[in-house]
């Protein structure tokens, strides 16, 4: 007879998968290791399966909590600060939206990481494996690493911190102190600039101390004109008045101004630049240098129609 059949192991007097897999197979090391074979590996596809379900739920919880529907502020957003005026319309509904998308993807990452590790810890629990030892080698060097990474956990938190305050999005053109430029990508250890340049600046978030954003909420456009000491400045300042007025009554400037520009007169008198007339306009954000450059050209030609003469600059006569 075969050994293997010869005696039932003492687990089939109890009622389970021991006792089935015998009276199937009537195989001793079958039925002794069935709880391996069969309900462990059953166990652990559950716990996998439950992961991946818990996970999905979540994940489509956060999507519903940062989805704008019906330009509503997204679920997510209702408790933060919100920056932007609500002037901006369509604008400041596509800001709301890439803020939630950005907050939304760090709650994806920080809720695979608690489940996929909670079942990680299950599925070593179910193999036998000893936890205690386990969680208090990674106390330990999770204080180590606490310690030689603070760095990295600094750039992190600013990261976070700065998602929930909104400080900047992709998009923005800002100053970080050591660079200047549009932002190109924000994570949460660093930011991604590009400058005028086009050279791509990496800046790590913790090192960041102060951000200067010239595209939240609205810009404004300074347009500086210099004229000669015998011109009328009166007639200047009107001149002036006109041709922004005109300028962005139009197409494409009209597009991007919020208010109608403001002529502030006379800026500063210099013996170099003469004098210099300022008017300024409230334009969409990052919109600022194109306006300026537009206007800058729309005034100067105004006044050589005018006859009002620039400055003379050191031995070139105005002509």
């Known amino acids: 007879m075969d050994p293997l059949t010869l005696e039932p192991p003492p687990c089939v007097e109890d009622e389970g998968w021991c006792s089935t897999i015998y009276d199937w197979t009537h ?16 166990t652990i596809l559950l716990i996998i399966i439950g992961a991946l379900i818990v996970r999905a739920i979540a994940r489509r919880l956060i999507d519903r909590l940062t989805k704008a529907t019906g330009g509503k502020v997204p679920t997510v957003l209702r408790p933060l600060r919100e920056r932007a005026p609500q002037a901006l319309g369509t604008l400041l509904s596509e800001r709301r939206a890439q803020r939630a998308q950005t907050i939304g993807s760090v709650f994806k990452s920080i809720v695979s990481f608690i489940v996929f590790g909670l ?42 911190f700065m998602m929930l305050e909104d400080q900047y999005g992709v998009g923005d053109v800002v100053d970080t102190g050591e660079a200047i430029g549009t932002v190109e990508a924000v994570g949460l250890r660093i930011t991604t600039l590009r400058d005028l340049n086009g050279t791509v600046w990496y800046v790590r978030n913790g090192e960041i101390l102060r951000v200067g954003n010239s595209s939240q909420g609205f810009a404004v456009a300074v347009v500086d004109v210099p004229i000669g000491y015998g011109a009328d400045v009166g007639q200047a300042t009107e001149i002036l008045q006109r041709a922004t007025e005109e300028a962005v009554g139009t197409p494409p400037l009209s597009a991007d101004v919020i208010e109608p520009p403001e002529v502030l007169g006379v800026e500063r008198v210099t013996a170099s630049e003469g004098i210099t007339m300022r008017a300024t306009v409230k334009v969409r954000p990052g919109r600022q240098w194109a306006v300026q450059r537009s206007l800058r050209a729309k005034v100067v030609s105004a006044f050589e129609d005018a006859g009002i003469r620039g400055p003379v600059a050191r031995g070139f006569p105005s002509a």
């Open 27 to 42: 195989n001793e090391w079958l039925a002794a290791s069935s709880h391996w074979l069969i309900i462990k590996p059953i």
């Open 119 to 160: 079942a990680f810890m299950m599925i070593l629990g179910e193999l036998g494996v000893n936890l205690g030892p386990i969680l208090a080698s990674a106390g330990i060097v999770g204080v180590a690493i606490g310690f030689g990474a603070q760095n990295l956990v600094k750039d992190f938190l600013s990261g976070v």
